[in-house]
């Protein structure tokens, strides 16, 4: 009996220390000039800096997809503000040669047969170096076969700090 608790103690204390990858906004918008302007400054005047930006345009809307400092302030902020957003996540990963590990990234995501529905670069950096954002069709295994391949996944709790 106390094998058992000992062993549910470690699962559940596995569960609360596993590594959480980067949060992204994705933000419908009205098509029209100043739109996302007005979203910035919103975010600001609450501190919340966009550190990550990609913007699917359309003749009607605009999808803004942001990755922000503090997700979990701008999370609160759209819910007070009735923002309608959804929240995804995505894989991050340190290029150390841009060139180079772009190409290796893209290769490694291909040999291993994984879907990698968009990216974009951040505003940011990590230890110096640039960082490609990634939408992955399955995190923890894209995360993993970039790890195995020698690239390093940056994790939120790394890139927020």
Do not use: W
């Amino acid at each position: 009996m106390i094998n058992h608790r000992i062993s549910k103690m470690t699962i559940s204390e596995d569960v609360s220390k596993r590594r959480h990858f980067v949060r992204q906004f994705s933000v419908m918008m009205p098509n029209r000039v100043g739109a996302f302007s007005s979203l910035s400054n919103l975010l600001s005047r609450r501190e919340i800096d966009v550190i990550g930006l990609s913007v699917q345009d359309s003749r009607d809307a605009t999808v803004a997809r942001l990755v922000v400092n503090d997700p979990d302030s701008a999370e609160e902020l759209f819910m007070e503000q009735g923002i309608a957003y959804t929240l995804s996540e995505l894989v991050v990963v340190k290029m150390n040669e841009c060139g180079a590990d772009l190409k290796k990234c893209l290769n490694v995501l291909y040999e291993a047969e994984t879907n990698l529905d968009y990216a974009f670069s951040l505003m940011v950096q990590h230890q110096g170096h640039s960082l490609l954002a990634m939408f992955l069709e399955d995190c923890e295994f894209g995360a993993s076969v970039l790890n195995r391949a020698g690239l390093t996944v940056v994790y939120e709790d790394e890139l927020l700090r």
